[in-house]
């Protein structure tokens, strides 16, 4: 009878321990998106809660800054009004065109400094000036041109709107690097390729930073001419209410301008979502 000997290499695989580690459980995080999302909401309950104890316990007077849950009060009575929908429609509409005109305005300016370099030299020192100078300075100019009327609005917030997107845009095309235009010529692309397939995708960033400030400036420029001199729209309306010393009735037309730049900001992410989907893919 043999008796045979095996190493402790020699085992089957199946009785050797399982020195396997243990899997640990994955946490999901959260995005980008959500966390900001939660923390703007966090600041908002936070400030709302601050305002309204504030209000109620007297810290400060009612005139300087009513009770929150009293201003959304008097925004309910307000919204049954027709007075409000009207200047709600007009500022809407005010915005909306200069928004439109004033990023196609300055994304043409851009494209044109880009292919023209020196009549962008020339230009370009006074779109700078003028970034820099309130145009509400220009608003008596455009009465006697057009009248007390949305158009003057219209135009003074086209033009701060056009600004920035044509810096931005010229920035983003003088920054794009020569190889994909050596590309392009390589694969004989014609100029609507070259434009709408290499060079608007490559300065894409820098056209979206345009174009959200674009929309900011569209906003401050329409309210700001509707505070001056207009006779309806939100801005109008509260300076009236300011005038008149309502100011319940005021501070509820402020929150309806925030409420819609949030709206406008919410929009323009998932516009910017959609045109940078291709670089992030």
Same mark, same amino acid.
């Given at each position: ?9 020699? /085992? ?28 703007? *909401? ?8 601050? !305002? #309204? ?39 809407? =509409? ?27 030299? +020339? ?19 455009? =009465? ?38 050596? /590309?392009?010529?390589? /694969? ?31 906003? +401050? ?6 505070? *001056? ?11 009236? /209410? ?19 730049? !949030? ?8 516009? #910017? ?9």
């Amino acid at each position: 009878m043999t008796t045979s000997y095996l190493a402790e290499g020699d /085992l089957p695989a199946e009785t050797l321990p399982s020195h396997q580690p243990t899997p640990t459980p994955t946490r999901r995080r959260l995005g980008k998106g959500a966390v900001s999302a939660l923390a703007t *909401t966090g600041l908002v309950v936070l400030f709302f809660v601050i !305002c #309204e104890l504030g209000a109620r316990t007297g810290l400060w007077d009612d005139s300087i800054l009513p009770a929150p849950t009293t201003i959304l009060t008097e925004l309910g009575n307000q919204m049954v009004l027709p007075q409000f929908w009207e200047d709600a429609r007009r500022t809407g =509409i005010e915005v909306a065109v200069s928004l439109v005109f004033g990023a196609l305005l300055g994304l043409g300016a851009g494209l044109l400094f880009w292919k023209l370099p020196y009549v962008g030299r +020339i230009f370009e020192p006074y779109l700078v000036s003028f970034y820099a100078v309130p145009l509400v300075l220009f608003y008596p100019v455009m =009465i006697v041109l057009v009248g007390i009327n949305a158009t003057s609005v219209i135009i003074l917030a086209t033009i701060m709107a056009a600004i920035p997107m044509a810096l931005n845009t010229t920035v983003g095309l003088k920054g794009m690097r020569p190889v994909y235009m050596k /590309l392009a010529r390589s /694969l004989n692309a014609s100029p609507r390729q070259v434009l709408f397939s290499v060079a608007i995708p490559a300065a894409g960033p820098f056209i979206v930073a345009g174009l959200r400030l674009a929309v900011v400036y569209a906003l +401050i420029g329409t309210i700001a001419m509707e505070f *001056t001199t207009a006779q309806a729209g939100l801005g109008y309306r509260i300076r009236y /209410l300011y005038e008149t010393f309502d100011n319940i009735a005021m501070f509820a037309y402020i929150v309806v301008v925030l409420m819609l730049s !949030c709206l406008l900001t919410v929009l323009l992410a998932l516009v #910017e979502r959609v045109l940078l989907r291709g670089r992030t893919q």
